[in-house]
């Protein structure tokens, strides 16, 4: 999700924003034994997740992804792959590619003391 700039709307920052102000105002009233504290606390949070889904129908939020964007991000990954195996393919048979080391492995044989 991090390639798709997930949450990064002002939608989504400001009703985050808001409902980590009602956590914190839960938690103060929580550690005070005020359960009026802890209500309104949590009506906080709730109104953060409002006041972001209002700003995300406002047109503040992300857009959703149109079936011909995801199927161009799809073929263009699959080409991607497809292109990093034919890589792999031509260095196999010119003989120059190295496989990645495994943690730990070595191309000898180690003997093993317990």
């Not at 992804?65 to 292109?83: D, G, I, T």
């Amino acid at each position: 999700m991090a390639g798709s700039s997930h949450g990064h709307t002002p939608a989504a920052w400001t009703g985050v924003t808001i409902a980590f102000i009602g956590f914190c105002i839960s938690g103060v009233f929580m550690v005070a034994a005020n359960v009026p504290g802890v209500v309104g606390g949590f009506v906080v949070i709730l109104l953060g997740g409002g006041v972001g889904l209002a700003m995300k129908a406002a047109g503040m939020g992300m857009p959703k992804e149109s079936p011909e964007l995801v199927r161009a991000r799809n073929a263009a990954a699959n080409k991607q792959v497809n292109m990093r195996s034919e890589d792999i393919k031509a260095q196999l048979l010119a003989g120059t590619h190295t496989a990645p080391a495994a943690h730990g492995v070595t191309s000898e044989a180690q003997p093993q003391t317990v």
